[in-house]
């Protein structure tokens, strides 16, 4: 069972940034951030490919957030800039071993992180 420690989050202004960090005990082929606000459903938010590098991101964070990766120590990277009120969630780090291309459905990541909380003030 792949182990995965999530760490960052936090409460922040709106126009604020933050950075968040997880660390897999094994290389994935593909690393990836949900999100889960209040009352709805989890959603995807960003994905990187270990190999390639390839990345892919919601049409609500392109251009915001930036997903990367440290190949040695297994782990992915969040830096979320310029947030907004509606980014207020649980963001859970997802592990992937299963090939996709695009937009990954929550279906290709096997394991999941704890979920951290991100809260954006007004």
């Known amino acids: 069972q792949v182990q995965l420690l999530e760490s960052g989050g936090g409460l922040v202004q709106a126009g604020g940034s933050l950075r968040l960090s997880c660390a897999a005990s094994?290389?994935?082929?593909?690393m990836g951030w949900f999100r889960q606000a209040p009352g709805k459903e989890r959603e995807f938010v960003a994905a990187?490919?270990?190999?390639?590098?390839?990345?892919s991101y919601s049409d609500s964070v392109s251009g915001r957030f930036t997903i990367s990766k440290d190949n040695a120590k297994n782990t992915v990277y969040l830096q979320m800039n310029t947030l907004k009120t509606e980014d207020t969630a649980i963001y859970f780090c997802?592990?992937?071993?299963?090939?996709?291309?695009?937009?990954?459905?929550?279906?290709?990541?096997?394991?999941w992180g704890q979920g951290t909380q991100v809260a954006v003030s007004s």
């Open positions: 094994e290389s994935p082929y593909a």
């Open positions: 990187i490919k270990w190999s390639s590098g390839i990345r």
């Open positions: 997802a592990y992937g071993t299963r090939f996709f291309s695009g937009v990954p459905s929550a279906s290709k990541f096997g394991s």
